[in-house]
């Protein structure tokens, strides 16, 4: 065994060296193509030169030595992009899991997800997530995508100015600010499952040249693709709403002040799933006395992919979350120094109410209830415009706290009524966990970056935090204490970043970089004889080589990047239930493990390019490998499994996209177009189910995906119509697995055809 995992090592780091090696034969062979014109001057763009702020300070995307995909407003409307996975598929190896919701998404950059319980009290992450410089991870990973700027999503940690939680990678929303004219926007549209939406912007300029208001905000309501077949009726239903509301005080020219609040709220008739007929082991003992396996009853709607539409519950359910925040942003610029200052707020809810069992039985049913709060800023004082050392220093802060109270309660026809019950147990409780906890931290940090040359740069990073966790919580089995908890733990951490670039002509930019990660520990929140009361933080270096180059005059733009990430300690959700042995009462395992190591590497491109005045073809490339290097006792479903050498959860190998947009004139004023978007991904484990059952449906198949889209536009007038998934692709992101009777479900994909009208005034 021992041969065979040096086998495998050795077998990963030639591939790793084989990728780089790759990479760098790309960057050698493209000096003589970038070099078309006379040496200094520059290439015409092959459009808009895109500004971003991945390094809190403005520069060209192609000046900027880091992985990063800039999704801009035009991108955003031409692919009419509605939520976290439309500009996902945007970006090469970058995945997302749902668990059941608009707001439930669990993000993959490079591989590197989040594996915590995603209904802990505190929020955590292996990404960051800004708006407008503001700190929202704790509170959603799929905000507002209305009247954006842009979306930057950069690969690999940013531990310097992202700092928390971004080992993975980080997210940065920018959006519309307010300005000194009158101006706005309304849009509606329609789409198949009587899914109507309304969106609208509209800007005033209070005062002349010192107040302005923004507003903007979006309707969306759905019969849904789900129904329930039981005289409950239902389905996933949904209505969404949210609203944004800006203002921006310019008292001096050199003086900005921005106030943001923003509101949104969802609600679904039920989760979005439907199931699969695997059921894992224990929900195999309590409905079947049998082993796990495809052994669910199809209970009138059978099972995925077959149908892709039905389920039966004979309760009825409501899902849904509500978020908000109030956040400030201060810019004064001094001369040759800028002092920025963030401050926010923000809040959240989460509910589960009802059926639970999954099936036409009154088996169990729940009640989820999770309240999050999260208050933080930022200092920041930085050198303006380009110096020798443009330098950037700052101190951020913050607290993040949330209650939880979860109980599972008996139905009429509970399979586990204990005796004493004599077989009566509808409404009691079958398990129940209430918990409250805390996150306080803060840290400083500094990056400078010393442009020795025209060319050449070195950047040097350095950020050192500090995090006291909180966890105070109960665990109940039926209505009897099994967990007590009150602990507290502190960690801090020191994470650098290096990165060289080097311009090989105003075009051709290489790069290298090393920085890390850290993402703090904490305490469990449950007793168990297999967790220690502590859980280690995660750390990751990351080891990047890149190149971002311009070619025929401007009219191609190619960015490459091979990365190799190193990631120890990697924290893992352990969370089953089981029966009892000696009390045949049902109880429950919560908590968290260390993983001692895992890596990711792999290579990723994408290309921008402008065939003729009219036509636009971009594409993207993701090769990514993951494995655990070392996690000889995983704890899966109750069982300790050695999954050494296995790959990652939600890490496919390959994920792949294109997009190709033609506008034709057609009269004074009116362009028509047509746009053709195609997305690939891999094969991949969709739950940590899969080390126990390496099956279906914990190893989602790999899926293609068309979508078409065609309409006419003037300068204010545009009008849509569309086909998402044109092939009706049978696909989903994830598993999960609760008390399901017909087994473990999943979210489908589905088609949808609709249309939309915007007016620009």
């Given amino acids: 065994m021992k041969n065979e995992t040096i086998g495998r090592y ?110 802990a009290d505190v929020r955590q992450a292996t990404y960051a997530f800004y708006i407008d410089e503001f700190n929202v991870a704790a509170g959603t990973s799929n905000p507002q995508i209305v009247d954006l700027e842009r979306i930057e999503v950069l690969r690999g940690p940013q531990g310097t100015y992202f700092g928390r939680n971004s080992v993975g990678g980080a997210i940065n929303v920018i959006t519309k600010k307010p300005v000194n004219r009158f101006e706005g926007s309304v849009e509606l549209g329609y789409a198949s499952y009587e899914t109507f939406r309304g969106e609208g912007v509209i800007n005033v300029p209070v005062i002349d040249g010192l107040l302005a208001i923004r507003a903007s905000g979006k309707y969306e309501k759905s019969d849904g693709y789900i129904k329930n077949i039981n005289p409950v009726g239902g389905g996933n239903d949904s209505e969404y709403y949210t609203y944004r509301i800006q203002g921006r005080l310019t008292p001096t020219p050199n003086l900005t002040l921005d106030v943001t609040y923003n509101y949104s709220d969802e609600t679904l008739g039920m989760r979005n799933g439907v199931p699969t007929g695997f059921v894992t082991s224990t929900w195999a003992s309590v409905y079947y006395g049998k082993t ?35 956040s400030g942003r201060a810019v004064w610029d001094i001369g040759t120094v800028s002092v920025t200052g963030v401050l926010g707020k923000l809040k959240s809810t989460l509910f589960n109410y009802g059926d639970v069992d999954g099936g036409s039985r009154d088996y169990f049913y729940e009640d989820l209830l999770l309240k999050r709060e999260s208050t933080s800023g930022e200092l920041r004082v930085q050198s303006t415009g380009k110096n020798f050392l443009d330098w950037s220093v700052g101190i ?50 500094g990056q400078g970056t010393f442009n020795f040359t025209d060319a050449f740069a070195a950047t040097v990073g350095l950020r050192y935090s500090r995090e006291t966790t909180k966890n105070n919580s109960v665990t109940r089995s039926n209505t009897i204490l099994t967990g007590v908890n009150n602990r507290i733990a502190k960690f801090d951490d020191v ?5 060289l670039s080097y311009k090989m002509n105003p075009d051709w930019m290489i790069f290298a970089t090393a920085s890390r990660g850290f993402k703090s520990g904490g305490t469990q929140t449950s007793n168990n004889v297999n967790l220690l009361n502590e859980f280690k933080p995660e750390t990751l270096w990351d080891y990047e080589l890149g190149t971002k180059f311009d070619l025929l005059d401007g009219k191609l733009r190619v960015d490459i990047t091979g990365f190799y990430m190193d990631w120890k300690d990697v924290q893992q959700t352990i969370r089953f239930q089981y029966i009892d042995p000696i009390t045949g009462l049902l109880r429950g395992v919560s908590g968290i493990a260390n993983a001692a190591a895992a890596e ?136 999960y697995e609760k008390a399901f009777y017909s087994g473990v479900q999943v979210e489908p994909s589905y088609r949808s055809f609709g249309v939309s009208v915007g007016y620009k005034f």
């Avoid at 945007?90 to 995603?118: A, E, M, Y």
């Avoid at 396996?293 to 309760?315: A, E, L, Q, S, Y």
């Avoid at 509970?414 to 409404?427: E, H, K, T, V, W």
């Avoid at 479903?637 to 947009?661: C, E, F, H, R, Y």
Wanted: include cysteine; charged fraction near 20%; charge should be negative.
């Fill in 600 to 735: 990711s590497y792999g290579v990723e491109a994408s290309f921008d390019a402008r065939i003729t005045p009219q036509f636009k073809l971009s594409g993207q490339v993701g090769y990514n490998k993951t494995r655990f290097k070392d996690y000889p006792n995983a704890l899966i479903d109750g069982v300790v499994i050695d999954v050494t050498g296995k790959a990652l959860v939600n890490a496919p190998k390959w994920s792949l996209g294109a997009q190709a947009q033609y506008n034709v004139p057609i009269s004074d004023g009116f362009e028509g177009f047509v746009r053709a978007e195609w997305n690939f991904r891999d094969a991949m484990i969709s739950n940590p189910y899969a080390y126990r059952y390496p099956v279906y449906p914990f190893i989602s198949p790999s899926y293609h995906n068309v979508n078409l889209r065609a309409g006419v536009e003037t300068d204010a007038f545009r009008a849509v119509v569309y086909v998402e998934n044109l092939f009706d692709a049978k696909y989903f992101a994830n598993a």
């Fill in 292 to 326: 796990s396996g495809m052994i669910g009853n199809p209970d009138g709607v059978g099972f995925f992919p077959t149908n892709d539409n039905r389920v039966n519950f004979n309760r009825p359910q409501q899902v849904g979350s509500t978020f908000e925040y109030l």
């Fill in 10 to 119: 050795r077998r990963s780091q030639f591939v790793g060296c084989s990728a780089f090696a790759a990479l760098a034969a790309a960057i050698m062979a493209t000096p003589a193509m970038a070099q078309e014109r006379p040496a200094g001057e520059a290439a015409a763009p092959a459009g808009d030169d895109i500004i971003v702020t991945a390094q809190r300070r403005e520069q060209s995307l192609q000046d900027v030595p880091i992985a990063i995909t800039a999704v801009t407003a035009e991108t955003l409307r031409d692919q009419n992009v509605q939520s976290v996975e439309d500009y996902f598929a945007l970006t090469p190896n970058v995945s997302f899991q749902s668990n059941g919701s608009r707001d439930r998404k669990d993000l993959s950059i490079r591989g590197i997800s989040n594996q915590l319980n995603p209904y």
């Fill in 396 to 445: 951020s802060a913050g607290r993040d706290t949330g209650v939880s109270d979860q109980s599972t309660y008996h139905g009429a026809d509970s399979p586990i009524c204990p005796a004493a019950q004599a077989g009566n147990c509808s409404g009691l409780e079958v398990t129940g966990a209430d918990g409250k906890s805390s996150s306080d931290y803060w840290a400083v940090f």
């Fill in 495 to 499: 994470s650098p970043k290096l990165t």
